[in-house]
């Protein structure tokens, strides 16, 4: 681990004043394999070995033929459970900032968003507004060099700010429906639309490859057009420390187990042992 103990300290006093930091991964080396494994599927997908992650937009135009593409390539990164890998390799780093007890989102989101393609974008929230709680971290992931034109954006500071700072609307999305492909690719069907006078201070945040952004799900984040000339490739994946508290309504397997102490392994054991017995005797 080549992560020192002052720059955790620098990081989680960054985090805990703007909801964000960004982080060089301890180990880097599955988001290297990720990316070939993708570049190579795209390649099988497409059948051409022309084309690359950064310029995928130049041969993929047509929104029916992305977002097959996208849905198979999701479907890959969730079945060979890459994210979970990638979060596993930094789990000394996680452990550090949320404890021995952690949970991984496990079907995490792959995105693809192409220069000039609006559609492709999820558009400016907290994943509060969606059923999340505040204590749970998104990590972002992403599988290209992203300069600022094409970067993910959020309001420094956001993640301490009532909703009522930030006023919505919340609207019907053009292209999808609820239980939709796009839907399961984590595009909204009944998007919250934040005032836009409340976005002033959006703040893209710049990544190369190796490095992730983690932040607070109530840090208002997002984008709505990727202006640079590189399609953005990320995978996002949550982590909370799995005694936290979650909103009640979270789906049931929205999470799986990443890491326990061996106090929480022996009480969720009990546990477990305590209900399968009453269950026995109840039938
Ligand atoms: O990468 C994106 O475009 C959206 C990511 C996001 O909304 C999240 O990580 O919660
Ligand atoms: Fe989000």
Same mark, same amino acid.
């Given at each position: ?20 930091? $960004? ?117 972002? $992931? ?142």
């Amino acid at each position: 681990m080549n992560q020192s103990i002052n720059n955790l300290e620098q990081l989680e006093s960054h985090f805990y004043e703007h909801g964000w930091m $960004v982080v060089k991964l301890p180990n880097p080396e599955p988001v290297y394999q990720t990316r070939i494994a993708l570049q190579q599927e795209l390649q099988r997908l497409t059948g051409n070995t022309q084309i690359t992650l950064e310029q995928y937009h130049q041969f993929i135009d047509e929104d029916t033929n992305h977002t097959e593409l996208q849905f198979q390539l999701t479907q890959f990164f969730r079945n060979h459970r890459l994210g979970q890998t990638i979060v596993a390799a930094q789990l000394d780093f996680f452990t550090a900032l949320l404890g021995r007890d952690i949970n991984v989102q496990s079907q995490p989101y792959l995105r693809i968003t192409r220069p000039g393609k609006t559609q492709d974008n999820v558009g400016y929230h907290r994943d509060t507004f969606y059923g999340n709680s505040p204590f749970e971290l998104s990590v972002l $992931v992403p599988y290209v060099d992203v300069p600022a034109a094409s970067a993910l954006s959020i309001i420094p500071g956001s993640h301490t700010r009532p909703d009522s700072e930030f006023p919505t609307t919340q609207v019907e999305s053009p292209d999808v429906t609820k239980g939709s492909v796009k839907n399961q690719l984590g595009f909204l069907y009944a998007p919250k639309v934040i005032d836009p006078s409340c976005l002033v201070d959006m703040q893209p945040i710049p990544l190369v490859l190796g490095e992730a952004l983690v932040f607070n799900i109530a840090t208002i984040h997002g984008s709505e057009e990727n202006k640079g000339n590189i399609s953005r490739w990320s995978s996002d994946i949550r982590l909370a420390n799995a005694l936290a508290p979650m909103n009640p309504s979270l789906k049931a397997g929205y999470y799986e187990k990443l890491s326990r102490s061996v106090v929480t392994e022996a009480a969720e054991i009990f546990n477990n042992a305590q209900l399968a017995s009453a269950s026995k005797i109840a039938n």
